[in-house]
């Protein structure tokens, strides 16, 4: 055990929020001594996986509207640290980043690696001492004095011992990916300290169908759709994008950034609903329109062949068995009741959720420290003087492409030039 040592800034959590603040304390004049601790044994893990394991470390465009949250302080959040400052600080650290069609930045190298590596470099040169395999188990307030510290501060008790500081950056994570180390425990130390949490669900996450549905026999088919979430009979979401269907149900861009309403609503006990439209922009009338013009165009074409014009094959094909129609039937032959059955399923259908991934699939957790509990120009508690809370451990989520990566960077680095500018 070693005994209890002094630092100037200790950061708790050595993932991508942690990284930036480590690196913006330490890269304050004059130099502070800045000690990184992790209760994994190597860092970094989900940046590694992130991005299909490219890394989206951020998106060309980020406004406040890209999350949820108290939107008013996420925008002044995002306004201190913008995207352009995060594109420039990794070009310094040798990390270039290209822009794709989708409006992600991704590093030229297309390797999450070459982000890690970069991120842990810095923090070598600047001589950040780096502890991984260093669990935290509490952090008290201490006051001024008793050989450890000029000034009030706090005594962070972990698995190689104890270390005192005048700031400690808590840098934990949420819940999400758990086997990475961000298993929430985060929120218990905060709790410890006097702040409250609101309810966290995994976001982020794809979700679960009931296995009377069609999903497995169209596993890894993917197409465009509009998605509608009502919670209680209210519409409360409405978003379009990719969908991919999968052995246990959907995932894609559109359910995972779609999932957080699920979520919440399942958790605080609501009645929820999915709706999918295979054709969006099409409304059932629209579509009865175009099927009765395509019928008299093409008599004997079969239906499933009809809606094959607009939908992937195998999904017309489900569609129509899921709907009650023979796909087989030409399509100027079936009866006026099976074809609004069809067209019902075609613009509007029901995706009977189970459940979702959990965890150890959400890409990120949904709830947290409310925003109001922290000074957002430096990101320091309201509660508890010195301490500073940043990335995923507070009530902010962002959707889908290189938004919460941007949350991390942006948090990050404002905390670490805050703390890093104590009293010299």
């Known amino acids: 055990m070693r005994p209890i040592q002094a630092a100037d800034v200790v950061i708790v959590g050595g993932g991508a929020a942690g990284l930036a603040a480590a690196i913006a304390a330490a890269e304050r004049k004059p130099p502070r001594q800045v000690v990184l601790m992790d209760g994994a044994k190597t860092l970094g893990a989900k940046i590694l996986v992130s991005g299909g394991?490219?890394?989206?470390?951020?998106?060309?465009?980020?406004?406040?509207?890209?999350?949820?949250?108290?939107?008013?302080?996420?925008?002044?959040?995002?306004?201190?640290?913008?995207?352009?400052?995060?594109?420039?600080?990794?070009?310094?650290?040798?990390?270039?980043?290209?822009?794709?069609?989708t409006g992600k930045l991704f590093p030229v190298s297309d390797k999450a690696r070459t982000v890690l590596t970069a991120l842990l470099r810095r923090c070598h040169d600047l001589q950040i001492d780096v502890r991984t395999a260093c669990r935290v188990g509490t952090i008290e307030r201490a006051a001024a004095g008793g050989g450890f510290l000029d000034e009030a501060g706090f005594i962070i008790r972990h698995s190689e011992g104890a270390i005192a500081s005048r700031a400690v950056i808590l840098a934990t994570g949420g819940r999400s990916l758990p086997k990475s180390g961000s298993d929430g425990f985060g929120y218990t130390l905060a709790r410890s300290?006097?702040?409250?949490?609101?309810?966290?669900?995994?976001?982020?996450v794809p979700l679960v169908l009931h296995d009377t549905m069609f999903h497995a026999g169209l596993s890894g088919l993917s197409h465009d759709v509009t998605l509608t979430t009502v919670v209680d009979g209210k519409p409360v979401d409405v978003r379009t994008g990719s969908l991919l269907w999968t052995h246990f149900?959907?995932?894609?861009?559109?359910?995972?950034?779609?999932?957080?309403?699920?979520?919440?609503?399942?958790?605080q006990g609501s009645h929820v609903e999915i709706f999918a439209n295979l054709r969006?922009?099409?409304?059932?009338?629209?579509?009865?329109?175009?099927?009765?013009?395509?019928?008299?165009?093409?008599?004997?074409?079969?239906?499933?062949?009809?809606?094959?014009?607009?939908?992937?094959?195998?999904?017309?094909?489900?569609?129509?068995?899921s709907a009650g129609t023979d796909g087989s039937l030409p399509a100027?032959?079936?009866?006026?009741?099976?074809?609004?059955?069809?067209?019902?399923?075609?613009?509007?259908?029901?995706?009977?959720?189970?459940?979702?991934?959990?965890?150890?699939?959400?890409?990120?957790?949904?709830?947290?420290?409310?925003?109001?509990?922290?000074?957002?120009?430096?990101?320091?508690?309201?509660?508890?003087?010195?301490?500073?809370?940043?990335?995923?451990?507070?009530?902010?989520?962002?959707?889908?492409?290189?938004?919460?990566?941007?949350?991390?960077?942006?948090?990050?680095?404002?905390a670490g030039c805050a703390a890093g500018d104590g009293p010299p």
Not at 60 to 80: H, M, Y
Not at 253 to 260: G, I, K, N, Y
Not at 283 to 299: C, L, N, Y
Not at 368 to 394: A, C, H, K, Q
């Open 53 to 101: 394991g490219r890394c989206n470390v951020t998106h060309e465009v980020v406004t406040a509207s890209d999350f949820f949250g108290n939107r008013r302080i996420i925008k002044n959040v995002l306004a201190a640290w913008s995207v352009r400052q995060t594109i420039e600080w990794f070009a310094g650290m040798g990390v270039v980043l290209k822009t794709e069609p």
């Open 193 to 204: 300290l006097g702040h409250t949490v609101t309810s966290t669900v995994p976001a982020l």
């Open 249 to 267: 149900g959907v995932s894609g861009p559109v359910v995972m950034d779609a999932s957080r309403w699920w979520t919440f609503a399942r958790e």
């Open 280 to 321: 969006p922009g099409w409304t059932q009338e629209s579509a009865r329109q175009w099927f009765i013009a395509e019928s008299a165009t093409g008599p004997r074409r079969t239906v499933a062949k009809t809606l094959a014009l607009v939908l992937p094959e195998r999904l017309a094909n489900a569609l129509c068995a």
């Open 332 to 414: 100027s032959q079936v009866p006026r009741a099976q074809r609004e059955r069809l067209l019902a399923a075609l613009t509007r259908l029901p995706l009977p959720v189970t459940g979702d991934r959990g965890w150890n699939y959400a890409e990120v957790t949904a709830g947290g420290i409310p925003l109001e509990e922290i000074d957002y120009r430096t990101m320091e508690s309201r509660v508890v003087p010195g301490l500073y809370l940043i990335g995923e451990l507070l009530d902010c989520d962002g959707r889908i492409g290189g938004f919460n990566f941007q949350w991390a960077w942006a948090t990050g680095y404002i």
